[in-house]
């Protein structure tokens, strides 16, 4: 086993070929017409925006709000992919001169989608139409509630659909039943992207609709790579196009974002939004306002500051609740099939990633609980497409309050009545849907490279095949027999290690963030395997290849 527990599987053992031609062969390339589809970014691609079920009705009400001056509601979520449809939404219907209005539910205190109470406060601010974004589908009650105050909701939506769905005026949701849309996997900022599609051809000439809606792709391409959309099809087109757009500059919130962490100069890839931009937008929801992060995104550069002060304020707080929970599964007599913990003293919004990180570590699904007084709010991830949503709905739907999200993320908030009739019904069922002979850490691997394959001409011909992410990850590789000497434990709390890789008199640097744990096992007297990504590390102008380490694993152990 690696250092990590998981079984490398190696895509392509075959010696012989260069590596795109196996990147190629991975990916199901091997024929011109899959090629030119996989690498033909044109927006002519894109679906019309009305094939979405229910678009048109959306389309005619709000162009019947904005021309009576009706007071718009948004109600968004906290999320990257909450906030950047949020911001996609507000910023069109503010420059058409409508009356629109913008409202973020706070982690802590409301927890994720509509409530009642919400209804009530939109109804006392005399608000005529509400439009959710990256939510909605799951609140059949709080849409009765708003039909019965009379004010119209339009919901803007990619999550999974339940059986029963709510009577809005609009449902936008390309995943509920009957709705033609191609595309399924759509995040709910590039769902609500498709509803600007839809309205800025109606109140902008063609030039300048073209360039609105070029220059706005990038908030939309947030959402998908940090949702963890896949990254396939009109995916594919959107993020690639996007990602120009955010390079050449035409986003101010983000430059400023980028400016603070002295990245500025640096090309902005999925892996950008992934790692860098994403964490920090995310950090005003889950440990303070997601209002902060929406102002950013709408063009307030003062905002960038704050956001990498809360993200490095996260940091410290999810290194010290991640230490916790790991200590509580070492006490568990045997690992569960699903994972559960809980504790009063967790926030909100770290518990995804509390709950993604043990995924990582435990190869199980994870349920990650905080406990109130009379509830308990949960962030659940999941693994070898086993859907952790629809395993909580089958089991036990009545049991919450609210229940949603995708095969492999998902959340509930729920009664504390109810929380030891969920725990035995999750330990009965578990087993039904989970076989653990297959439930292990698996790591797809590319192929086994040289140190010969490896160069900044390697890594140009890799980035080819960008945009990376969900469907379409950054190849991994594998170099064997390696030799390591002089490791350096890195960060504040020394999770990380850098140390040079050599194979005979060649030598290459290598970073494994959060290897820190491992720093014993690691010995000169050994030789090692490793799995990575090819970066590139530039310093004063200089640009070199950096080995970023996925696992490890000692010479000859399968």
């Keep these: 086993m690696s250092f990590l527990g998981k079984k490398w599987q190696i895509k392509v053992q075959e010696k012989k070929g260069t590596l795109v031609d196996k990147m190629l062969i991975n990916r199901g390339l091997e024929d011109q017409e899959s090629m030119y589809s996989f690498f033909n970014y044109s927006l002519s691609r894109l679906h019309d925006p009305f094939l979405l079920k229910d678009m048109q009705k959306a389309v005619d009400r709000l162009q019947e709000a904005i021309q009576n001056e009706e007071k718009i509601m948004i109600f968004g979520d906290y999320d990257v992919d909450g906030t950047s449809a949020t911001a996609l939404i507000y910023d069109f219907f503010q420059k058409v001169g409508a009356n629109i209005h913008y409202r973020l539910p706070h982690r802590e205190k409301d927890g994720y989608g509509l409530k009642d109470y919400f209804m009530q406060e939109f109804k006392e601010q005399n608000v005529d139409v509400i439009i959710t974004v990256d939510c909605g589908t799951a609140n059949k009650k709080e849409v009765a509630l708003a039909n019965e105050l009379g004010m119209t909701t339009i919901i803007t939506d990619h999550h999974d659909a339940p059986s029963e769905l709510p009577e809005a005026h609009a449902l936008i949701n390309p995943k509920q039943p009957e709705c033609p849309y191609p595309n399924k996997e759509l995040s709910g900022s590039a769902v609500a992207y498709k509803l600007i599609c839809a309205m800025a051809p109606l109140y902008f000439d063609e030039a300048t609709t073209t360039r609105y809606l070029y220059d706005q792709m990038g908030l939309a391409v947030l959402g998908l790579v940090a949702d963890c959309m896949d990254l396939n099809g009109e995916n594919r087109v959107l993020t690639n196009n996007g990602l120009k757009s955010l390079n050449e500059g035409r986003h101010a919130g983000i430059q400023a974002l980028l400016k603070e962490g002295g990245v500025e100069n640096k090309p902005i890839t999925s892996q950008t939004i992934g790692f860098f931009i994403g964490p920090r937008i995310n950090a005003a929801g889950r440990i303070s306002t997601a209002d902060t992060a929406l102002e950013l995104l709408l063009g307030d550069v003062s905002k960038a500051g704050p956001l990498a002060e809360l993200n490095q304020t996260r940091r410290e707080i999810v290194h010290d609740f991640l230490n916790e929970a790991i200590e509580k599964v070492s006490m568990m007599d045997q690992l569960p099939h699903i994972i559960v913990v809980s504790d009063p003293q967790w926030s909100a919004g770290t518990l995804g990633l509390i709950a993604g990180r043990l995924v990582e570590k435990f190869s199980r699904p994870v349920i990650a609980m905080q406990e109130k007084e009379d509830e308990l709010v949960a962030s659940c991830r999941s693994l070898n497409d086993f859907d ?171």
């Design 388 to 558: 952790i949503t629809s395993f909580l709905r089958e089991i036990g739907e009545p049991l919450f309050t609210n229940v949603g999200g995708h095969m492999l993320a998902g959340g509930f908030s729920l009664p504390q009545k109810n929380h030891q009739e969920l725990l035995k019904r999750i330990q009965e069922k578990a087993s039904d849907y989970i076989n653990l002979d297959h439930f292990y850490g698996k790591l797809d691997v590319e192929c086994e490279v040289n140190f010969s394959d490896i160069s900044l001409q390697t890594e140009g011909k890799l980035s080819k095949f960008e945009p990376f992410g969900m469907g379409n990850p950054q190849p991994t590789l594998m170099l064997k027999q390696v030799q390591i000497n002089e490791v350096k434990a890195l960060g504040q709390n020394q999770d990380h290690l850098k140390f040079p890789v050599r194979h005979g008199h060649q030598e290459f640097d290598a970073i494994a963030f959060r290897f820190g744990e491992y720093l014993d096992k690691i010995t000169p007297e050994k030789t090692y395997d490793i799995a990575f990504n090819l970066d590139v590390n530039e310093w004063r102008g200089r640009r070199k290849v950096q080995l970023r380490v996925v696992d490890m694993r000692e010479s000859n152990v399968e």
